[in-house]
């Protein structure tokens, strides 16, 4: 019995991406398929390198091409292409301030020292770790926190004058208002002038082609943090907050704001969730547990992940090597790359949403 490159797709669109809830070749992802007698090669492009079910889906192509009559051997190139977000996504419609970048990931928090810029820090890397081309940046005024993080002592330079080229480190383009200015110089600056610097940071920096643009947002729901995420096309937001039920607050803010200027909320993250005692293992909900997951569930969104309270992580945050990469076998460092993965495949989803009007489900 002869295979047909046919039989190869009819057996893909039996295959659905579970995130995505469409099948393979739908969805655009199966490519070069070709069949020589009872062989065949084909290749699967999923929508990031990052992919949370990759797995899943790897089992299901296989165990579809398994079931075509005559197939005997077959040859499944793995690839990933990370899609933009379609023009209209957030700020103003078919802006495209920074054309280069594929997706502009908003990580916002209601209130401070959530844990935002580690998040940011930590997702940005994790990313990159996984093959996605990644750029960070640390819009967070009151207290830039992103120089220190990273590691990064040396300031931008401008080679006409007029631009900055990134940082790099750890695998990704960096850039920070704290690179520029002493952190109490910003703090006096008033709407307008702090608009200006950070649109500056967003637009006049070389930030090349990128997959990701994780932004670290000031903290709270105030005039700087809606205009900048205004001005950018945003593929979507991510919240930071703690377990406390009092967070719970700030998280609405929070999220009344991106709904305001039409950005989706791709989830909610929890940080220092749990302290894991490193002696006897014992957990101690320090921050009380469950505020996410209810804030989650109460506006319908996506728990992206909970990050354990662990001294490794500020070590990590203060010696400028982010936990993902100096102990990236560590519960925290999987703790964040799930994490990582959960909000790629939701950038992905939010995007596919708009390009192929597909149902929306949480
Ligand atoms: N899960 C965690 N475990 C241990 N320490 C943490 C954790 N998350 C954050 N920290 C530490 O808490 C402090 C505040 O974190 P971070 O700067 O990320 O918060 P933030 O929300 O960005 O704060 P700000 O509002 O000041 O910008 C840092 O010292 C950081 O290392």
Known sequence: MSVSERDILAAMSKVMDPELHIDLVKAG????????????????????????????????????LKGVPGLKTFDIEWGAQVRSAPAG???????????????????GAGKGGVGKSTVSVNLATALA????KVGLLDADFYGPSVPLMTGITDKPTSPDGKTLLPMEKHGLKVMSIGFLV??????????????????????????????YLILDLPPGTGDVALSLSQSVRAAGAVLVTTPQDVALADVVRAKQMFDKVHIPVLGIVENMSQFVCPNCSHVTPIFNKGGGHR????????????????????EAGDAGV???????????AQAFRAMARNIAGRVSTENMRVAVKLPVVR
């Open 322 to 332: 982010p936990v993902v990469i100096g102990a990236p076998d560590s519960p925290e």
């Open 129 to 132: 770790r996984e093959g996605a």
């Open 182 to 211: 002493e952190a109490d110089q910003a703090l006096i600056w008033r709407g307008p002038m702090l608009h200006g610097a950070l649109m500056q940071l967003v637009r006049d920096v070389r930030w090349g082609e990128l997959d």
């Open 295 to 314: 804030a989650a569930q109460m506006f319908s969104i996506p728990f992206l992940g909970e990050i354990p309270l662990d001294l490794k992580i500020r």
């Open 89 to 107: 996504m957030g700020g103003t419609p078919g802006q495209a301030l920074l054309p280069q970048v594929k997706n502009v990931i908003l990580v």
């Open 29 to 64: 992802m199966v490519k070069d398929v070709r069949v020589e007698g009872d062989k065949a090669k084909l290749k699967i492009e999923l929508t990031t390198p990052a992919c949370p079910m990759k797995g899943k889906i790897q089992a299901d192509a296989e165990a579809a």
